[in-house]
């Protein structure tokens, strides 16, 4: 199974730190954001990656050359301008699917700007079962800084969008089938509108992963994720 990497963000909630480092590369603890996603995809055996990137996608690239460094092989899909979450996921399916393999095999994706300790092996587990799901998103409990929620997890496991009930937040990490963006006709498109008219034609599996998870939206949340690893490691 392939996973990409969403890596081609401006990161303008960053700045100044992202004024001349990917939002991605920013550390955390003994690695980079991007870093540390790399070696829990590697550990579930997931080892052929794609990124795509724009700011400053030249120096993602240096940092990670071909992944041999992380036990994983890199490619990369260069946008030039942020083409949003789907825009990219749709230019870089040649690379997710090449010729000659299933032409509907899911594949992960995940946000660039995200920790986590979730387990990908789930996912390679989840994609035996997807039945006639378009994608399958993984849910996590509510921060603090998005205390509504995104998303209804219902108890068969099926995700949705307008219930009114206790909502979770979408993790920035899913498994998808190429069939879902096929109605993406232009370059710049977001992965919201698509994961909702899934979700209301009961196309969308869900997950929930109780376990940690950050979202590095501000300085002052990977400031407290460093410290958090750091300590870490120390203990």
């Given at each position: 199974?392939?996973?990409?990497i ?72 260069r ?8 825009g ?5 399916l ?21 920790w ?120």
């Amino acid at each position: 199974m392939r996973a990409m990497i969403l890596a081609a963000g401006l990161g303008t909630r960053m700045r100044p730190l992202t004024d001349h480092c990917p939002k991605p590369l920013l550390r955390a603890g003994h690695d980079s954001l991007i870093g540390h996603t790399l070696h829990r995809l590697r550990n579930a055996g997931i080892t052929d990656v794609v990124i795509n990137h724009a700011w400053l996608g030249d120096k993602l690239e240096a940092a990670l050359g071909d992944g041999a460094n992380y036990g994983v092989s890199i490619c990369y899909s260069r946008e030039g301008a942020p083409l949003e979450t789907a825009g990219g996921i749709v230019k870089a399916l040649p690379l997710l699917c090449p010729k000659g393999a299933d032409d509907d095999a899911p594949f992960i994706v995940v946000n660039g700007d995200i920790w986590t300790d979730f387990d990908f092996a789930t996912l390679i587990q989840a994609a035996d079962h997807m039945g006639s799901n378009q994608a399958v998103v993984v849910l996590v409990d509510n921060p603090e800084h998005h205390p509504l929620g995104d998303f209804h997890l219902s108890a068969e496991g099926q995700v949705q969008a307008t219930h009114s009930g206790t909502k979770r937040t979408f993790s920035g990490i899913g498994l998808y089938r190429p069939s879902l963006f096929t109605t993406v006709s232009d370059t710049i498109a977001p992965l919201a509108p698509l994961l909702r008219s899934a979700m209301a034609k009961q196309r969308v599996a869900g997950i929930y992963h109780p376990g940690r998870w950050r979202d590095i939206g501000t300085p002052e949340r990977l400031a407290e994720l460093d410290a958090e690893l750091t300590a870490q490691a120390r203990n």
